[in-house]
C-alpha cells in the first residue's frame, strides 16, 4: 500500500498557517485517497487502517473540529454494515455524504455574506490598522531617498 494519505495527514500536521477551510478540503481529500486505497478490503480488515486515519488526522490538528466529525463520520459508515462486505460501501457513502454537507455549509456562507455587502460598495483589500510603527513611538521606515549619484529625472 501506498499510504499517500498518510503524507497527505503528515502535510495537514505541519500546515501552520492555512485556514480551516482549506485544511479541511485537504483532511477530506486524504480520506478519499483512504478509501482509494482500502476498497475491497472486508470489515475487519478496515477497522485498522481507519484507526491509523483517524489518529493522524486528530493528531495533526486537534484543535479544528471538523476533523474529529470527519472522523466520526467516517466510524460511524463503518458501523453502518457490521461484518457485512459492504463496510467499505458505508465509509464511502458517509464521507460522500460529509463532504456534501460540507459544501452546502460553505456555499450558504458565502451567499450569507453576499447578501450583506451593500451593491456598489467600494472595498479595500489593504488592511485599515490604528496601529502605525509611528503612532507607537516606534518611528517609522526610514524615507527613501534619492541617490546623490542618481540622474534628474
Known amino acids: 500500500m501506498s499510504h499517500d494519505w498518510m503524507s497527505l495527514l503528515r ?10 477551510s482549506m485544511l479541511l ?3 477530506i481529500e486524504a480520506a478519499r485517497l483512504f478509501l482509494v486505497e482500502t476498497r475491497g478490503l472486508s470489515r475487519a480488515r478496515l477497522t485498522a487502517p ?16 471538523p476533523f474529529l466529525t470527519l472522523a466520526n463520520a467516517m466510524w460511524q459508515g463503518l ?6 462486505s459492504k463496510a467499505w460501501e458505508g465509509l464511502h457513502d458517509s464521507l460522500v455524504q460529509y463532504a456534501d454537507g460540507i459544501d ?11 447578501r450583506l455587502v451593500r451593491p456598489r460598495s467600494i472595498t479595500s483589500s ?14 517609522g521606515l526610514p524615507r527613501r531617498t534619492k541617490s546623490p549619484n542618481a540622474s534628474p529625472a
Open 79 to 84: 458501523e453502518k454494515h457490521p461484518a457485512t
Open 126 to 139: 489593504r488592511p485599515r490598522c490604528a496601529w502605525s510603527p509611528a503612532s507607537s513611538g516606534m518611528g
Open 104 to 114: 452546502g455549509g460553505l456555499q450558504a456562507t458565502v451567499r450569507e455574506a453576499a
Open 50 to 65: 481507519l484507526r491509523r486515519f483517524t489518529l493522524g488526522l486528530t493528531q495533526g490538528q486537534p484543535s479544528l473540529a
Open 25 to 27: 478540503g485537504q483532511a
Open 11 to 20: 502535510q495537514i500536521g505541519r500546515d501552520h498557517r492555512s485556514g480551516a
